[in-house]
């Protein structure tokens, strides 16, 4: 069955650049139509999806936050990871990862159980 | 960009009473929607997909429908574990992107 993990740091400063890294199982990365999510949940707001990393090494960002994200890929070690530069408090939520449901479109139907990253001097 | 809108904001309804919760986009879409359910500390969970598809092991007392800009999700008869949050969600092809609305909070009353 697919499962997902995210890990990474719960606490970074203003300034400093978040890596978190997504693991998971029972699906291959490289398998085609294959898709992994970010989305994250300041506390107590609505949800707000980050970006999308492709089987074929694609990516898709949001519009608002693509000068800061970068997401990368590898299959090899079931992993996707999420590079945010210039983290700020406002950055402070939960932040998800999720498979995509089937092989086209942008639901999401497996996620992570969330990594909860505040943004504090 | 899109702007998904839900309302009401907080639905308070006893168990085994009918839930109708709106999503509105800011302009007519093409694309389908879906809606996902969050109870407190969890993660969301997919409950339909493409507007009125039901996703898999979700009860069919969930259902979906709408086009354009107005789209429902309807609980038929709500059990005690359906009082949760609850979340529109749009797919956009050009830019291709996500889009959430604000959610609606359903709880006991």
């Known amino acids: 069955q697919i499962s997902l993990k995210e890990s990474g740091p719960t606490l970074v400063k203003p300034t400093q650049t978040l890596t978190l890294t997504c693991t998971f199982s029972g699906f291959s990365l490289s398998t085609s139509g294959v898709a992994v999510g970010w989305i994250r949940q300041p506390p107590g707001k609505a949800l707000e999806w980050l970006g999308m990393?492709?089987?074929?090494?694609?990516?898709r960002y949001s519009q608002s936050l693509k000068t800061n994200l970068t997401i990368t890929g590898d299959s090899s070690k079931n992993q996707v990871v999420l590079i945010m530069t210039n983290m700020d408090p406002v950055d402070t939520a939960t932040y998800y990862c999720?498979?995509?449901?089937?092989?086209?479109?942008?639901?999401?139907?497996?996620w992570g159980q969330g990594v909860l990253v505040t943004v504090s001097s | 960009e899109i702007v998904l809108t839900q309302s009401p904001a907080t639905l308070s309804l006893s168990p085994g009473e009918r839930a109708t919760l709106s999503c509105r986009a800011s302009r007519s879409v093409s694309t389908a929607l879906a809606w996902y359910q969050q109870q407190p500390g969890q993660a969301p969970r997919l409950l339909i997909y493409?507007?009125?598809y039901r996703a898999t092991g979700i009860p069919a007392r969930f259902s979906g429908s709408g086009s354009g800009t107005d789209f429902t999700l309807t609980i038929s008869s709500l059990e005690p574990e359906d009082f949760a949050v609850y979340y529109c969600?749009?797919?956009?092809?050009?830019?291709?992107?996500?889009?959430f609305g604000g959610g609606t909070k359903v709880d006991i009353k």
């Open positions: 999720a498979h995509r449901l089937g092989n086209s479109g942008f639901y999401f139907d497996y």
């Open positions: 969600q749009l797919r956009t092809n050009w830019p291709p992107a996500v889009t």
């Open positions: 990393i492709y089987w074929d090494d694609d990516k």
């Open positions: 493409d507007t009125s």
